[in-house]
């Protein structure tokens, strides 16, 4: 059975950091996309940033850029996402999602796992 379980989130004031953890089980991310999106409240999921399967990082939201990396540990099966610089307009829940073809997309529709969510939340 698949699994993704996503860990680390939690409050930060403005300014700080968290990185979040993305643990895939039942199969491995060898060949896949993962992407984070988030989703804010009262708000649409939207894309933040996405692995491809050659390990690029793609970007769909721009405020990311600069602040948010993506890295994966194949050894661990996990995928983490690092924030820094945090600002209160990134609270939201975190998803990370896998695309089992490989290809990054900024909506929803093609992923094929999705985690749980994970809660950040940034105070000024």
């Known amino acids: 059975e698949v699994h993704l379980v996503e860990s680390g989130g939690g409050l930060v004031q403005a300014g700080g950091s968290l990185t979040l953890s993305c643990t895939a089980s039942g199969f491995t991310l060898d060949e896949s996309a993962i992407a984070w999106f988030r989703q804010a409240s009262g708000k649409e999921r939207e894309g933040v940033l996405c692995?491809?399967?050659?390990?690029?990082?793609?970007y769909y939201e721009d405020s990311a850029k600069g602040r948010f990396t993506i890295s994966i540990d194949n050894a661990k099966n996990t995928v983490y996402l690092r924030m820094n610089n945090l600002k209160p307009e990134d609270t939201a829940v975190y998803y990370c999602?896998?695309?089992?073809?490989?290809?990054?997309?900024?909506?929803?529709?093609?992923?094929?796992?999705w985690g749980q969510g994970t809660q950040v939340t940034v105070s000024s």
């Open positions: 999602a896998v695309q089992t073809e490989g290809v990054c997309t900024g909506g929803t529709r093609r992923y094929s796992y």
């Open positions: 692995y491809t399967r050659s390990r690029l990082s793609i």
